[in-house]
Nanobody
């Protein structure tokens, strides 16, 4: 059974940094594109970043471009999200996902983690 588990969330002050990690198991995720999303209370799930199966292509939402960096290590079946210059509006549950194509929409992803909470205080 495919499983994605996020870690690295927590409280942080505005302007600070966090590095999230998503560990994949149960399948060979090196053949999957991976994405990061977030969901704040009362809001829709928001695309943040995606990376191709090889790591050679990345894409970002405008809201995080220049602040967040997605990367992956296929030998370890992990995908990370480095988040810098965090803002209070970045507060949300951060969720990783795996799919067959690198995409900016949730519908394109087949497997989802449970998420990790990030809370940014001003």
């Amino acid at each position: 059974q495919a499983q994605l588990v996020e870690s690295g969330g927590g409280p942080v002050q505005a302007g600070g940094s966090l590095r999230l990690s998503c560990a994949a198991s149960g399948r060979t995720f090196s053949s999957y594109a991976m994405g990061w999303f977030r969901q704040a209370p009362g809001k829709e799930r928001e695309f943040l970043a995606a990376i191709s199966w090889s790591g050679g292509s990345t894409s970002y939402a405008d809201s995080v471009k220049g602040r967040f960096t997605i990367s992956r290590d296929n030998a370890k079946n992990t995908v990370d999200l480095q988040m810098n210059s965090l803002k209070p509006e970045d507060t949300a549950v951060y969720i990783c996902a795996a799919g067959t194509v690198q995409a900016g929409t949730a519908l394109e992803y087949d497997y989802w983690g449970q998420g990790t909470q990030v809370t940014v205080s001003s």
